[in-house]
């Protein structure tokens, strides 16, 4: 079973190497790597150039942002299985993808295997917690993680990523699969990517954008007033982290205390 490993990626040069050897080193080894570049002029040309023979497919010109980078990524691909890997995350260890075809195999009712990242603050080396993907709690969030999900090949041939969406494209996709579709979404209880909490959509400049995203997408998918009442929860959020507040940060700390106390230190 061949996975496609679609990486997009803008001015990250510093990152995308760790990202592309994560794939490189992985055990099973019917892969394709497919990095999709926006005209990057931080280097990241010249370190592609270097992996050239070892990746399957790439390129580095201006596009139109990260849901016309994934979805320029997809039509390029050719494996049974699709994942996406943002340029400053990287796989999890090199089994990772043995034991998603386990998964696959054992499971073949599953269309899309989600799992759990390890998460980084981007100023340390250090992991933060763990959080696994809960595609019951959709109504409540983002609960269901795009890194280190295995999507297959005809669920997304279906639909893949909304063009209206971008920094909320992940949210979007995952409503649409769980609440239109009907998809059978099936957990890894297992750490497959190692992410950091740096990027574009945990950037309190984003947040205004990202709390009208998550408003038309409830609107849409769960209703109109639950759409509201979450849009002033996030932008109350906004607010406060424009001014270096960050209440999201406060919340784990007190939710990592009290499983601490419990006897388990993972976020669940």
């Avoid at 370190?47 to 139109?64: A, H, M, P, V």
């Avoid at 899309?112 to 019951?136: I, M, N, Q, R, Y």
Wanted: aromatic share 14%; proline share 3%; net charge neutral.
């Amino acid at each position: 079973m061949k996975i496609s490993v679609i990486v997009p990626s803008f001015n990250s040069v510093s990152t995308l190497e760790l990202a592309i050897k994560s794939v490189l080193t992985q055990s099973h080894r019917d892969f394709e790597l497919i990095v999709m570049d926006g005209g990057s002029q931080d280097g990241t040309r010249e370190l592609l150039e270097r992996y050239n023979s070892q990746i399957t497919f790439w390129q580095s010109e201006k596009d139109k942002g990260t849901t016309d980078a994934m979805n320029a990524g997809f039509q390029k691909s050719t494996g049974e299985l699709i994942t996406f890997l943002c340029s400053d995350d990287r796989i999890y260890n090199d089994q990772v993808f043995g034991r998603v075809i386990q998964e696959f195999e054992n499971h073949p009712e599953t269309e899309v295997l989600c799992a759990g990242l390890e998460v980084f603050d981007p100023t340390g080396d250090v992991p933060t917690f763990t959080s696994f993907s809960k595609p019951d709690r959709l109504h409540r969030g983002m609960t269901v993680h795009l890194p280190g999900a295995f999507f297959r090949r005809e669920t997304l041939n279906e639909r893949s990523f909304d063009g209206g969406a971008e920094v909320a494209n992940d949210y979007e996709l995952f409503a649409y699969l769980k609440i239109e579709r009907q998809t059978n979404i099936r957990v890894m209880k297992e750490i497959t990517v190692s992410f950091s909490l740096g990027g574009r959509t945990n950037n309190p400049e984003t947040d205004f954008w990202k709390a009208r995203e998550l408003f038309v997408i409830r609107r849409k998918y769960f209703g109109f007033w639950g759409a509201w009442a979450h849009y002033f929860v996030e932008f109350g959020t906004a607010c406060l982290r424009k001014v270096h507040i960050r209440p999201y940060t406060w919340g784990r700390k007190l939710r990592r205390g009290y499983y601490s106390l419990v006897g388990d230190g993972g976020e669940k």
